[in-house]
């Protein structure tokens, strides 16, 4: 599946992460719309990449594509800026979200903070905060 | 027999120490609580120090303190609860004869200190994942557990706010205490929202400071003429570290392996402890802490903590130096609480204060967002 890509570069003064290493193919999959986590052969999943497999020890294990739904699994609504950039976005929600595949992730909710419960459906769309990334944001599907 | 005995115990200044930087907080605590131990800096022969702003900080206290060829060195990195940590190194140590007098120390300029480091290009390889998300740490990543145990349990606010309550009435009768005016429930519940559900008075608060404990072997202990509180059990683990998506289960921490493994190695149980110092970085740790340690049932912390369970006179005395919630909490709480427990032990205090009878304390450090769990029992010996 690919979701949509929001241009948010002349927007966005906040953190920006910089590929490298094992992480490289997910930052770079985001730029289409691509949300990957990496299930090896003996049945593992990860989030985020890593160049070894947290189950068998296999050695970079291959990535898959996820179709970008899942649940929120905790989150929390912070009224005090965690990061520069963050001081006009209060309150805003971060989440624990659970992808259907399993793994999970920490991310922004786009969603007012009133609307938000545990085990809300959410579905991924990506925010493109610089020109090498975009950054998984969640809304309610 | 050979369990390490915390011979000696100290601060430094606490609150603000504008004219100090870590180091010099770390090594004034250090000579104060040789001082309270009857030794000197030429006894020492280790030093295990976590927490402090800088590279192999181990090596830099000693060199600071001109130590003379010290055998052990110690600078195991695992957040406020490295202390409880090193109480089992420190003692398999001393079991080998590797070590006879050992400070484990800690010290911060957290409060007027300069802050961290806010590069927007996020270069490490986890981080990139976090910081992007803005969350507020480390009060969001307590928060997020802290939900999902609402959710799981019905826990509630309420409940959260009667640790902060409970505490704070141990705080009262602190002359070191920073925050020592009665709260209510309604106080916690209408303070300032950090992040939801936590509230300003869920969370600790940020200070300047330094603590140390002087661990010696057995021998050493008879010939200082030290009341004998010894390390009687220890355990630690860790569950995750940066990013709070990989802790396997947020509702239960690693308390639930490290408090069954430390109390089964010092042969008690619950009905022996007498009194619990436990990590309160935010009212959740306690929370869960005490449900992880089996003080009670699994999600039935809320109850537990109601009608002053853990205030003074109630039936677990608890934090019983105001905790890093009304106290101090210079960034590595867990040396505060082996100092606490070590002088509740002695019977340093009077009245109120002091918890009668007390022979056995459960402490336990959480270090991290969660991430590493370290209990200790102490014992005083007879």
Known sequence: MTAAVLDRRDEWDGPVPVPSGSNAPFWEATL??????????????????????????????????SDGLGTVHSYTVCHAP???????????????????????????????ADAVTVEMPVEVVFWRVSDVAAIPVFVPR | MTEPILAGVAESDLGETPDRNWLDNAAIAT???????????SDVDGVAVAGGRDYMQALLLAEYLALDEPTFLEGTEIGGSSFEAFCG?????????????AVIAYGSTSKTGPGRSRELKVTHPIEGFVRPTGLFRPPGAYALAARRHMHEYGTTK???????????????????????????VDDVLESRPIADPLTLLDCCLVSDGGGAVVLVSESKATELGVPPIAVAGVASTMTHRQDMSEMPDLTTTGAAVTGSKAFTEAGIDHDDVDLAQIYDSFTYTVLVTL???????????????????????????????????SYCHPGHFGVFLLIEAVR????????????????????????????SSSTVVLRRET
Not at chain 1, 97 to 109: D, F, M, N, Q, T
Not at chain 2, 172 to 177: C, F, L, T, V
Not at chain 2, 299 to 313: I, K, L, N
């Open chain 1, 32 to 65: 289409d719309g691509e949300l990957l986590y990496q299930r090896c052969s003996c049945g593992t999943k990860q989030l985020y990449p890593r160049a070894v497999c947290s189950g068998c020890g296999a050695v970079d294990p291959p990535f898959e594509s």
């Open chain 2, 291 to 325: 449900e992880d340690l089996g003080f009670c049932e699994k999600g039935e912390g809320g109850s537990f903590v109601a009608d002053g369970t853990t205030a003074p006179g109630g039936e677990l005395p608890m934090n019983t130096q105001g905790g890093g919630l």
């Open chain 2, 89 to 101: 190194h420190v003692g398999d140590a001393m079991a080998q004869g590797r070590v006879d007098v």
């Open chain 2, 158 to 184: 309420a409940d959260l706010a009667e640790i902060a309550v409970s505490t704070r009435e141990w705080a009262a009768m602190n002359p070191k205490a920073a925050m020592r005016e009665p709260i209510t």
């Open chain 2, 31 to 41: 000579v104060r609580a040789l001082d309270d131990a009857g030794c000197t800096l």
């Open chain 1, 82 to 112: 965690g990061e520069p950039g963050f001081d006009t976005r209060t309150p805003y929600v971060v989440a624990v979200v659970e992808l259907l595949e399993g793994p999970r992730l920490l991310a922004l909710l786009d969603v007012d």
């Open chain 2, 344 to 371: 509740q032990l002695r019977g340093d205090y009077t009245g109120d204060r002091q918890v009668n009878d007390a022979e056995v304390c459960v402490v336990h450090g959480t270090g991290g967002v969660l991430s």
